[in-house]
Nanobody, 123 residues
Framework: QVQLVESGGGSVQAGESLRLSCTAS?????MAWFRQTPGKEREGVAS????????FYGDSVRGRFTISRDSDENTVHLQMDSLKPEDTAMYYC???????????????????WGQGTQVTVSS
């Protein structure tokens, strides 16, 4: 069973930046970030595979967030710039079943999840 541990959440002002990290135990494959607010469905934020290392982004974060991966391939980072109040959510790291990720950030494709880290952006 893949273990995922997130870190880096916190509270910031609008326009500021945060960097989230997720380390996976004994896993090197597709990893992604999702986010969720109370009463809403979990939303795909970004994903990155190994091998080709292709990255995909949700429409609401494209151009502001960047996902990257350490050379050991079991740690991914989410650099979040120009944060907005609507980015406030619990952010979850997820692991997919293959080396490359689906292009569409489909929730059902992910087989392991972290506990989440809270991001709060105030105006």
């Amino acid at each position: 069973q893949v273990q995922l541990v997130e870190s880096g959440g916190g509270s910031v002002q609008a326009g500021e930046s945060l960097r989230l990290s997720c380390t996976a135990s004994e896993y090197r494959g597709c990893m992604a970030w999702f986010r969720q607010t109370p009463g809403k469905e979990r939303e795909g934020v970004a994903s990155i595979g190994t091998g080709l290392g292709r990255a995909f982004y949700g429409d609401s974060v494209r151009g502001r967030f960047t996902i990257s991966r350490d050379s050991d391939e079991n740690t991914v980072h989410l650099q979040m710039d120009s944060l907005k109040p609507e980015d406030t959510a619990m952010y979850y790291c997820a692991a997919g079943p293959s080396r490359e990720c689906r292009y569409d950030l489909y929730l059902g494709a992910y087989v392991a999840w972290g506990q989440g880290t809270q991001v709060t952006v105030s105006s």
